[in-house]
């Protein structure tokens, strides 16, 4: 079975800042890799698909990278309501969720 | 606008069962395939069951294979999750997500129900 694994599962951060967060698979999956952002109590959103397509209405600020086994999403400027955790989710097989990363105030 | 509004949660004892619905508007339901996913209190997101646009072909994560069973009613456009001998660990917000593509499948889930809440407890 495939895993997957983020990193890093917290990380603090300012308003403005670049954040990157990465995802593994254990095996490749090409680009079948989604991002959901979930507020507290709220259903996750679909970010950004076949690993960096975005999404409608999505900012820019917000990107995709990656391919095989590393996929990278990074929030080019932290903006107050980009804090949330994120998940990481491949469509190569069965759908399988990353373990989440949590992005938290500094 | 795309509305997936989910019902049926509530508390019900191990070895119990539940029926879970989700109603879909907005879209042409007969035309995407539906999946279910859960996610524990204080935990990560675990995709569940998927069911194909037209019913032919339904797919289970290990966990729960055996013991629920996804399925739709076109004609109500409405998604069903039939759970059967619940566990404690079965604790979880079940929300119906819908597929992002037209009739073919890819997995990727770009509208979600707000959840109902299903409590395994003795």
């Known amino acids: 079975d495939i895993q997957m694994t983020q990193s890093p599962s917290s990380v603090s951060a300012s308003v403005g800042d670049r954040v990157t967060i990465t995802c593994r698979a254990s095996?490749?999956?090409?680009?079948?890799l989604a991002w959901y952002q979930q507020k507290p109590g709220k259903a996750p959103k679909l970010l950004i698909s076949a690993a960096s397509s975005l999404q409608s209405g999505v900012p820019s600020r917000f990107s995709g990278s990656g391919s095989g086994t590393e996929f990278t999403l990074t929030i080019s400027s932290l903006q107050p309501e980009d804090f949330a955790t994120y998940y990481c989710?491949?469509?190569?097989?069965?759908?399988?969720f990353g373990g989440g990363s949590k992005v938290e105030i500094k | 606008q795309v509305q997936l509004v989910e019902s049926g949660g509530g508390a019900v004892q191990p070895g119990g069962s539940l029926r879970l619905s989700c109603t879909a508007s907005?879209?042409?339901?007969?035309?995407?395939?539906m999946h279910w996913v859960r996610q524990a209190p204080g935990k990560g997101l675990e995709w569940m069951a998927f069911i194909r646009y037209d019913g032919t072909n339904e797919l289970y994560a290990d966990s729960v294979k055996g013991r629920f069973t996804i399925s739709r009613d076109n004609s109500k456009n409405t998604l069903y999750l039939q759970m059967n001998s619940l566990r404690d660990e079965d604790t979880a917000v079940y929300y119906c997500?819908?597929?992002?593509?037209?009739?073919?499948?890819?997995?990727?889930?770009?509208?979600w129900g707000q959840g109902t809440l299903v409590t395994v407890s003795s």
């Open positions: 989710q491949q469509a190569y097989s069965f759908p399988l």
């Open positions: 997500a819908k597929d992002i593509q037209y009739e073919e499948e890819v997995h990727y889930f770009d509208y």
């Open positions: 095996q490749g999956i090409s680009n079948w």
């Open positions: 907005g879209f042409t339901f007969h035309n995407n395939a």
